[in-house]
């Protein structure tokens, strides 16, 4: 079983449109979560860390569970240029060591 | 502030020849990071260094691969002989200090095509 485990997409959605995507990891130990944002043929950068108490920047939202150790990023009011692969990325206990999930590929059509 | 450079951009290679990658950190930066991004999945730590020092490199191939940090800035990660497998990008990445998993930057990495 993957470390990090996310649905590949992609996701085709609207202009406007929400959209969730979801990750499990299989380590309870992990300490760390966060999603990563990566366009294609560049560097992923760090979109948001995900906090038990879930997190919101803008129109991104993020919530963790750990008793079922899942991880969500739900992106409301979809624009194009979110269009992007989303890394799911999980941090061990006592660690910077990043794990990374393969990506959810999303793409924003008008 | 100036970001991780990386060098070549671009390597395209036969199998079994070698090839080297450099990495500038970020000024100040004491923690460094190798890590191989195949297509289609997401990057996979090699090997990180503290100071010159190595922290972990348990999925280092260690029988091609080998990376240097000698004096706890630059770093260079080499692959001899190269596989069809090794294609992929390869990206360095820093932090000011290791503990802070939020705080590596990436940078754009260099692609490697073995023909």
């Known amino acids: 079983r993957k470390e990090v485990e996310q649905d590949p997409g992609p996701f085709n959605v609207p202009e406007g449109a929400t959209v969730a995507f979801n990750c499990t990891y299989s380590?309870?130990?992990?300490?760390?979560f966060f999603w990563y944002r990566q366009d294609c043929r560049k560097e992923p950068k760090l979109l948001m860390s995900v906090y038990s108490s879930g997190n919101e920047d803008g129109r991104f939202t993020a919530q963790l569970n750990r008793a079922s150790q899942y991880i969500s990023l739900l992106i409301r009011d979809s624009k194009l240029s979110d269009s992007a692969t989303y890394l799911c990325v999980v941090a061990p206990y006592n660690t910077d060591k990043l794990i990374f999930g393969t990506g959810t590929r999303l793409q924003v059509f008008p | 502030e100036a970001g991780v450079a990386q060098s070549p951009r671009y390597k395209i290679i036969e199998k079994r020849q070698s090839v080297a990658f450099w990495c500038n950190p970020i000024?100040?930066?004491?923690?460094l990071y190798w890590y191989q991004q195949i297509l289609g999945q997401g990057p996979k730590l090699l090997i990180q260094?503290?100071?010159?020092?190595?922290?972990?490199d348990s999925q280092l191939p260690k029988d091609r691969f080998s990376a240097e940090r000698l004096k706890g800035v630059d770093s260079t990660l080499k692959i001899q002989p190269a596989k069809l497998e090794d294609s992929a990008v390869y990206l360095c990445?820093?932090?000011?200090?290791?503990?802070?998993?939020?705080?590596?930057?990436f940078g754009p990495g260099t692609r490697l095509l073995v023909l």
């Open positions: 380590n309870s130990a992990s300490q760390s």
């Open positions: 990445a820093s932090s000011f200090s290791g503990g802070h998993p939020e705080t590596q930057y």
């Open positions: 000024s100040g930066h004491a923690t």
């Open positions: 260094f503290q100071n010159n020092g190595v922290v972990d």
